[in-house]
């Protein structure tokens, strides 16, 4: 007879494992779900009948509160730590380690035998995940490593944070532990379910929000009004529905016990609502009761789908890298940032503008509001002006009081008549503040008169240029670990690093196009054909094999097509021979146009002369 098991993983590379690895033992039925903490509640009280639940970390001791099904937890073992130690031992970033205690013990062993001093911040439970983040960020650390209630934590704060994931070992030990389990309880398990859904069938929306605002309840009219599934409303924050629930809730902690009635209107997923919230004076688990009426006249937002409200929002601690240059534009960020000055951001493809964008939103006095991003490029310009100045049936985002930051990449797909219409609104004191991106420098637009110069003038002193990767290739190291982290969590590998020559003679020698997307795309490229725990030439090659590339060089009046037939390095020279040709082999010149100095110009000359 068959163990059926129900297998949540906290994150997607452990499903794969976990499917294959099921797959090699005859006496497992598994059924694997992705799902991380509260999100797992709906899927463990489906009511199907299974054996044993098999998951880990904070996630089975959320599960085993809400279940009477045995619960087995995979275990990080001493493989698991020490593949992710050897990933990060060479990093220049101050790192630490947050966990309960089996994995600081284990920490502390492993990081002992490599000779690695990293600081370890152990919890007893994951309510004391956020204090323990807070008093790391203090210290000075910039990334953290944990499971993934802490790297999810620290992501909401505006950090990054590297998975410890679980290894072939871990799984195997745990399935061992499922069969014991299973053996010792097959004539007494309980018969039945735990079921907590309650049906509702009334209009009114209704949610129960704990003292931070998170959802511990919401009815299936409250999922229709606020455009969210019922089945994963439960453990979200209503401030990642909208920011302006944080400014109702406080507002209803000042004034007591009394119901908050909010006479604004309010758009949400299906239109206006009005909003009632009541703290109950015998309140026993909940501290907030929210009911939401949605009005006769209301009608769902036409142009409500064309912009990003930014829920997770990036901070500076999310830029990744140790170089002069990007520390320096990190810091002219932060100072613009602390000022009430729209901001210009220019920078290549792949460059991080909308990185810079969040960090700068999160670092302002507006980061307690909404920031939402707006891609011109996109949006025809009814769409533009609708959006942002409203229409008949909805209001304009520089008309609400929770926007606080509206992002317009691609500035220049923004026509002068709109740039003078929110000029106009800019200098009448617009409660939002406006951030702009493009990927020319500001000149050059004036000069091709896709700009209006009073517009562009309110820019004249908070302009921000970000380096492209050519110029900060010392950067690259750090980069490809925190990528390597993320593929390894998505898809369940160990990969713990780049061989030196790969890092050295080959990515540092690029002059990446497309900057850090591009890097990204080379790069799980290589890991999708790694199967040890390093990227080796090998991989370095084949992974390079697999990429095709698109790159387009910009010039002031006209964009070349490269021929992209033949390997990278092939692609490469002809950009460069281009270039030459055009500049009429003047080197200083095809530096300047490339954007890169003359030493790395003459090494590349140098190399295609000798192969």
């Given at each position: 007879m068959k163990i059926k098991v129900l297998a949540i993983a906290p994150y997607p590379?452990?499903?794969?494992?976990?499917e294959s690895m099921a797959h090699e033992d005859a006496r497992i039925e598994m059924d694997i779900e992705v799902a991380d903490l509260q999100n797992a509640i709906p899927i463990v009280n489906r009511g199907q009948p299974y054996d044993v639940i098999l998951s880990r970390g904070g996630t089975s001791s959320v599960i085993r509160s809400h279940v009477s099904t045995p619960v087995v937890d995979i275990p990080v073992s001493g493989y698991d730590i020490l593949r992710v130690l050897t990933l990060v031992k060479d990093s220049t970033t101050k790192l630490a380690i947050i966990g309960f205690p089996n994995i600081c013990r284990g920490a502390a062993a492993v990081s002992s035998l490599l000779d690695f001093a990293i600081p370890i911040y152990s919890i007893e439970q994951a309510t004391e995940v956020h204090a323990a983040l807070k008093k790391a960020f203090e210290d000075g650390v910039k990334i953290v490593l944990g499971d993934a209630i802490t790297v999810r934590?620290?992501?909401?704060?505006g950090y990054n944070g590297i998975l410890i994931t679980s290894g072939r070992e871990s799984v195997l030990e745990a399935l061992s532990e499922v069969k014991r389990i299973y053996d010792v309880i097959l004539k007494a398990r309980e018969n039945g379910g735990f079921f907590e859904h309650i049906l509702e069938h009334h209009r009114t929306g209704v949610l129960a929000l704990d003292d931070r605002g998170v959802i511990r309840y919401a009815n299936q009219a409250a999922s229709f009004l606020l455009g969210y599934d019922?089945?994963?409303?439960?453990?979200m924050n209503v401030t990642g529905i909208d920011?302006?629930?944080?400014r109702y809730l406080d507002e209803v902690s000042r004034s007591g016990p009394s119901p908050l009635d909010q006479?604004?209107?309010?758009?949400?997923?299906?239109?206006?609502l009005k909003i009632e919230i009541v703290v109950p004076s015998m309140a026993t688990g909940h501290t907030y009761l929210v009911y939401m009426y949605p009005l006769e006249d209301s009608v769902k937002n036409p142009i409500s789908s064309a912009f990003e409200i930014t829920d997770r929002i990036a901070t500076f601690a999310q830029v990744i890298g140790s170089s002069m240059i990007i520390q320096q534009t990190i810091k002219r960020a932060k100072a613009l940032a602390q000022t009430d000055k729209p901001i210009w951001i220019v920078g290549e493809a792949g460059s991080g503008k909308t990185l810079f964008a969040h960090s700068i939103h999160s670092a302002s006095k507006q980061s307690g509001d909404g920031l939402y991003v707006l891609p011109c490029n996109t949006l025809t310009e009814t769409e533009q002006e609708s959006i942002l100045f409203g229409s008949d049936t909805a209001p304009g985002l520089l008309d609400m009081d929770s926007v606080g930051t509206i992002c317009l990449q691609q500035i220049q797909h923004v026509s002068p008549l709109l740039q003078r219409k929110l000029l106009n609104a800019m200098q009448a004191g617009a409660h939002a503040r406006i951030l702009v991106t493009s990927l020319l420098p500001i000149h050059t637009l004036v000069k091709k008169e896709a700009m209006d110069k009073d517009f562009v003038q309110l820019f004249v002193d908070s302009s921000l240029h970000l380096p492209p990767l050519r110029d900060r290739?010392?950067?690259?190291?750090?980069?490809?670990?925190?990528?390597?982290a993320n593929y390894n969590s998505r898809h369940g590998k160990q990969i713990v690093g780049i061989r030196q020559e790969v890092l050295e003679e080959d990515l540092m020698q690029k002059l990446w196009p497309g900057n850090i997307h591009q890097l990204r795309t080379v790069l799980e490229s290589m890991l999708m054909v790694t199967s040890g725990n390093y990227i080796g030439s090998k991989e370095a090659?084949?992974?390079?094999?697999?990429?095709?590339?698109?790159?387009?060089?910009?010039?002031?009046?006209h964009t070349v097509p490269i021929n992209l037939?033949?390997?990278w390095e092939d692609i490469e020279k002809r950009v460069l021979w281009e270039i030459l040709q055009k500049e009429g082999m003047n080197q200083s010149k095809t530096a300047n146009r490339l954007g890169i100095n003359r030493s790395t110009l003459w090494r590349k000359l140098k190399n295609m002369l000798h192969n």
């Open positions: 590379g452990l499903k794969g494992l976990l934590t620290a992501e909401e704060m019922n089945a994963v409303m439960r453990g920011p302006v629930w944080g006479n604004k209107t309010k758009w949400f997923h299906k239109g206006k290739l010392e950067d690259i190291g750090e980069i490809s670990r925190v990528l390597i090659k084949e992974g390079w094999s697999k990429v095709k590339e698109t790159l387009l060089m910009e010039d002031a009046s037939s033949g390997t």
